[in-house]
């Protein structure tokens, strides 16, 4: 089993660039969420899917940030513009059926720098 | 709103020695509990959790949690610790169809 898997694993970019990062969930896993951690505030729920369908989104911090789960195999996390308070760690996982405290899958996460 | 919180920041034990790690938790409902480790440029890694049933709960590379609802606590502990168990440590409560996660705590064991 690949477990889940994040690309790129660095990203290094300019303030007000565009940033895409890209998550392949566990295959037969239905939910899928998007973290991100940082020292100051430590590991951040973003947003969460389930079946494809964003169902909170409560944790994406502002209008730059969107998500989208096109189908059950990938997930995309875009910034627009970057600014350099963007500069933190961002995780994906997923986890199986049924919906409830199951175990969280976790990729090996995307470490980008706005500079 | 669910919550955890993991009191210490840094907990340095000695190889060989026994390893504590605290967590005591705040819900309303039943506490759904988790522990994860994660190892330097890695994601979280699952050891166990809690949902329902035996008090002591055994996990992954050896580690087992008790649940102990009077004390509203879920510390996770290791017996004899390994060098390679230094990492962060991270323990978490599931609410509203989410993990809520600690602030962490890195665990350095001394050779």
């Known amino acids: 089993d690949a477990g889940v898997i994040q690309s790129p694993r660095h990203e290094v970019t300019e303030m007000g660039q565009e940033v895409t990062l890209r998550c392949k969930p566990i295959?037969?896993?239905?939910?899928l969420f998007w973290y991100r951690q940082t020292m100051m505030r430590g590991l951040e729920l973003l947003i969460y899917f389930n079946n494809n369908v964003p169902i909170d989104d409560s944790g994406m911090p502002e209008d730059r940030f969107s998500a989208k789960m096109p189908n059950a195999s990938f997930s995309t996390l875009k910034i627009q513009p970057s600014e350099p308070r963007d500069s933190a760690v961002y995780f994906c996982?997923?986890?199986?059926?049924?919906?409830?405290?199951?175990?969280?899958?976790f990729g090996p996460g995307t470490r980008l720098t706005v500079l | 709103a669910q919550s955890v919180a993991q009191p210490e920041d840094q907990v340095n034990v000695a190889e060989g020695n026994p390893l504590t790690v605290k967590c005591t938790y705040s819900v309303s409902g039943n506490p759904y509990l988790f522990w994860y480790v994660q190892y330097p440029n890695r994601g979280l890694q699952f050891l166990l959790k809690?949902?329902?049933?035996?008090?002591l709960v055994k996990g992954s590379y050896g580690f087992e949690a008790e649940f102990n609802k009077s004390q509203t606590s879920f510390h996770l502990k290791k017996p004899s610790a390994l060098v390679s168990d230094s990492a962060l440590y991270f323990c978490a409560t599931y609410g509203n169809n989410r993990l809520a996660f600690g602030k962490g705590n890195q665990v350095v064991v001394i050779p």
């Open positions: 809690y949902i329902t049933g035996d008090n």
């Open positions: 996982a997923s986890s199986p059926p049924p919906t409830g405290p199951g175990t969280q899958y």
């Open positions: 295959s037969g896993h239905n939910s």
